[in-house]
């Protein structure tokens, strides 16, 4: 071959060579940006999502309210002077509510339009004048101007969520109840304003009284049960496998078994906890006991799982060196394979809480999914928690459930933030240590 043709050959392959090279470079760019686009996309779905939430849960937080002068009658509240608690608890405060209205419209006499006219102030009115009566019984013989929630067809017609124009008997507030609405805007009675109901309110049939503070107080008694149940026994049971289980059928058999818990849908074990906790050992239904007993079977298998998984990447020379110096097995695990496993056991723990937080299946099955309006008190009393919440005011008619729904995921989600962030200083602290 001469030596022209050599060069030749030399000049092709290194051509062939910048070729392929820049074909793999471009690959990788490519790469590259389908990677980049991709999280561009979640973003952006996320961003979405959350804009979403936002926008349509904001104006629970918002109530609108109604100003009208009261006369707080003696003679109906507290005939005899008495000025007794019992008494005033009981009187007919609706009836004042009523009677200020009627003399703003005098014009509404058909008992009809008298029940619409009552209609445009929420039920719980009169227990908001109930409060107030109780707070200062100074206010009884007085007129004053008092500013009372709002019906929630009256705060959907306000927020423009609810049309004025349209066949009227189809729309949930008629001509002359949107025209009475109209009046009071126009002598400034009508305003908007935050509202802490939502926040400090239990459950209630009426949208504009619907509160989550009992969703969030079951929701937190749920959390700590489970988390007293799962962290301790799921650490002890990782730590047993792994340190000191001998290595044969039975754990092997044992390691399946939980391998395959976590995998189980949930809903088996909402009808585990209902067959077992509820109808043999007779525990308290729709109670934070039975619910976070319930949510321990499905978070346990999480928690041995990465629990076993933190304890195995401890390098052996840690615990070469602890038994060198005349530490004890137990002496071992707990003083230098534990702390050094900790994060990792404190990551699984943070996954698999985060999942409990979610479930609602296996809580429909012991009945968290009850009409609950009372704060619970304890892990025995009835409460209901806010993805269960969530869920019965989806499948509300009402549109201002709807306000309520996506306010709740919010709370939802400030939740789990602060449950994660918790964890997560938790775990920086044993990182600091070691």
Known sequence: MTEAAIEAMQFRQA?????????????????????????????????????????????????????IDINFDSAVIDPAGTLDPAVLATADYAKLIKEALYAQFPEATSRGDKRALYDLVSTGASYELQKMVLTDPSLIGKTQPVTLTASDDVDMLNKGYMSRSGVEAER?????QVGWIDGLAAKGLVSTALGTAFLTHGDSREPEQAGVWGAVVGTVFTMLVTLLMTLPLGVATAVYLEEFAPKNRWTDLIEININNLAAVPSIVFGLLGLAVFLNFFGLPRSAPLVGGMVLALIVLPTIIIAGR?????VPPSIREAALGVGASRLQVVTHH?????????????????AHALGETAPLLMIGMV????????GITDAATVLPVQIYIWADSPERAFVERTSAAIMVLLAVLLVMNGLAILLRRQFERRW
């Open 370 to 377: 009850a009409f609950i309006v009372d704060i619970p008190g």
């Open 309 to 313: 998984a933190a304890i195995k990447a």
């Open 15 to 67: 051509e062939t060579s910048a070729v392929r090279v820049r074909r793999r470079y471009a690959a990788e760019r490519r790469f590259r940006f389908y990677g980049v686009l991709a999280i561009s996309v979640a973003v952006l779905m996320l961003a979405l999502l959350l804009a979403t939430i936002v926008s349509k849960g904001y104006g629970a937080f918002v109530q609108t309210e109604i100003t």
């Open 172 to 176: 949930r507030l008629n001509d002359k």
């Open 337 to 353: 394979v534990l702390p050094l496993a900790m994060p990792g056991i404190l990551t699984g723990t943070i996954i698999g809480m």
